[in-house]
């Protein structure tokens, strides 16, 4: 497909730097070459319907290349930057390091990461138990709560067993109780 030439090369745009050519012309992009120096595309010379610029005609001159200069690979392929250039990292291993090197970095940062995990774990595991006494300690010092659990009690049934709980200091061994041991153990020492 032929499109007018700023068309092919810059869509709608009608800014386009483009030597030589005037808009009812209809070419292909392949038939321009890309000047890198003054960043257009030109029409190249072995092409039959190219026209010299005239010399009073006021378009920008190009320079003249000689075809024997080498540009350096670097001006002509721009490389992307790597994530640790973009980033201003460093990375501890050169270009040249070897796969050796990069195993044993790759074992260092597992072992750091499987340390990590193991102390994640164990303040899990701390969190936990400290959780669970926290809890048995609540039932333990919760007499008030095993007697109102007791069943076949009532609010003055449940002061009294509260009064001789303390006298006696039983407090342990009545929550160690089962809620039905609770109630013979009042009516017991209530008689």
């Known amino acids: 497909m032929e499109l007018p030439l700023e068309k092919a090369i810059l869509g709608d745009d009608k800014d386009a730097r ?3 050519q005037d808009e009812s012309t209809h070419v292909r992009i392949d038939d321009y070459v890309y000047d890198e120096i003054n960043e257009v595309h ?3 010379q ?20 000689d075809p024997n200069l080498e540009a350096p690979m670097e001006n002509i392929v721009q490389r992307k930057r790597t994530r640790s250039e973009y980033e201003g990292n460093t990375c501890s ?51 008030w709560n095993a007697i109102k659990e007791t069943p076949n009690l009532d609010n003055h049934g449940s002061y009294k067993a ?7 200091k039983v407090k342990d061994a009545f929550l160690n109780m089962l809620p039905e041991e609770h109630s013979e153990w009042i009516s017991f020492n209530m008689e």
């Open 162 to 168: 509260l009064t001789l709980i303390q006298k006696m």
């Open 93 to 143: 291993f050169g270009q040249n390091a070897t796969q050796v090197d990069l195993l044993e970095k790759l074992s260092h940062g597992l072992d750091s990461i499987g340390k990590i995990a193991t102390d994640i774990r164990g303040m899990y595991s701390l969190m936990e138990r400290r959780e669970n006494e926290i809890s048995e300690k609540e039932k333990k010092n919760d007499i």
């Open 18 to 20: 483009i030597y030589g």
């Open 42 to 44: 030109v029409q190249t």
């Open 46 to 65: 072995l092409d039959p319907s190219y026209q010299a610029p005239s010399p009073g005609h006021n378009e920008p001159s190009m320079p003249e290349l």
